[in-house]
């Protein structure tokens, strides 16, 4: 259950962020809200399994980057991650690599306020 709850606040989030966010589009397959949440739930469920699968190789890759730049390189792979989603995930697009970082950094934050406020860090 509570990974339904993640996934939900996820594509809310990333709904607000795309509506807010200039270069961040997010579009259902004939334009209508309820087809953007379904797309916006897409992006967070292959959003949690990029994060699962793909990002600790990447991680693991690119570590001694990481540990010159004091773990800023970490940014760079959550922008990757993002930019990687928009292109496996149709009607999820971001226009460049600035706007990715943007994107995953206000999410990241925002995912950690609301998690932590429904208590979902348990």
Do not use: Y
Request: charged share 5%.
């Amino acid at each position: 259950m509570n990974l339904i709850i993640r996934i939900l606040l996820t594509a809310v989030l990333v709904m607000v962020i795309a509506h807010f966010m200039p270069g961040v589009a997010l579009k259902g397959a004939h334009g209508l809200s309820s087809d953007n949440f379904v797309t916006a739930i897409i992006v967070a469920v292959v959003l949690g399994l990029l994060n699962l699968f793909v990002k600790p190789i990447l991680v693991l890759l690119t570590l001694p980057v990481t540990f010159i730049t004091f773990g800023l390189f970490l940014l760079v792979i959550n922008a990757l991650i993002i930019m990687l989603c928009a292109n496996l995930v149709d009607g999820f697009a971001v226009s460049s690599f600035w706007t990715a970082l943007l994107f995953s950094l206000i999410l990241s934050v925002l995912q950690s306020v609301l998690f932590s406020l429904t208590g979902g860090d348990k």
